[in-house]
Nanobody
Framework: QVQLVESGGGLVQPGGSLRLSCVASGTMFSRNAMGWYRQAAGKQRELVARISGGGTLAYADSVRGRFTISRDNAKNTVYLQMNSLKPEDTAVYYC????????WGQGTQVTVSS
């Protein structure tokens, strides 16, 4: 049974930073593409960043240069380092597996506000 558990969300002021973590279990983690999606209130979910099993990176235009996705295969963990946060980054952030994706975490709230 695949499980994805996110942590690290919270309230941060504009210009601040947060790091999200997602621990995966029940899956051959090193072989999987892993990603982060987000959903703001009243909007559709969107891909934020993705890292393939081989380390290929992809970012949404809105976060490129501010967010960094990385993975630690020894810890079955994928990270999303978020810098220079803006109010429009406020959303629930979800960890995902695969390109579908086929599994989702429960989500963690990120709120950017002064």
């Amino acid at each position: 049974q695949v499980q994805l558990v996110e942590s690290g969300g919270g309230l941060v002021q504009p210009g601040g930073s947060l790091r999200l973590s997602c621990v995966a279990s029940g899956t051959m983690f090193s072989r999987n593409a892993m990603g982060w999606y987000r959903q703001a209130a009243g909007k559709q979910r969107e891909l934020v960043a993705r890292i393939s099993g081989g380390g290929t990176l992809a970012y949404a235009d809105s976060v490129r240069g501010r967010f960094t996705i990385s993975r630690d295969n020894a810890k079955n963990t994928v990270y999303l380092q978020m810098n220079s946060l803006k109010p429009e980054d406020t959303a629930v952030y979800y960890c995902t597996r695969g390109y579908g994706p086929d599994y989702w975490g429960q989500g963690t709230q990120v709120t950017v506000s002064s």
